[in-house]
């Protein structure tokens, strides 16, 4: 009988470009978002030439941001961070909802990893445990997530051409 084969990625350095989106609005949390990912980037080899840093005005604006980067073909991966804080009105619905399924549609339709470090609080406290308070840092997270699927994704089997 045959072994079971698994494969899984792991958090390296994949020596490319790497990308990161992040929105201007809610500045104070996404700036820690991206400490975080940076910091978590050179603990596992990235070095700074192999980032790029892009920002946009707010959550809304990620995924045409991420969807022309994506085009490019020029990055391994793509970070996307920013921050979304539910108000008084539904907006925080249609801006969570459509920043998130647009992230994951550009993901799926360049097969590249594109990952969502958008946080959607009720609160900015709740915010600020998730960007460096006691709920860890989501940037990092996300660091490490982008950093385990770009190399899986160089690891599974691709159809010949």
Sequence with gaps: MNAMQIIEGHNQNPNQPIAIVMSRFNSLIVDNLLKGA???FKRHGVVASELTVIRVPGALELPIAVQS???QKKYAGI????CVIRGDTPHFEYVASESIKGLHQISLAHDLPVIMSVLTTDTVEQALDRAGGKSGNKGAEGANALLEMIDLLKKLPHEKK
Excluded at 79 to 82: F, I, P, V
């Design 38 to 40: 940076l910091d978590e």
């Design 79 to 82: 970070l996307a961070l920013g």
């Design 69 to 71: 980067i994506a085009a």
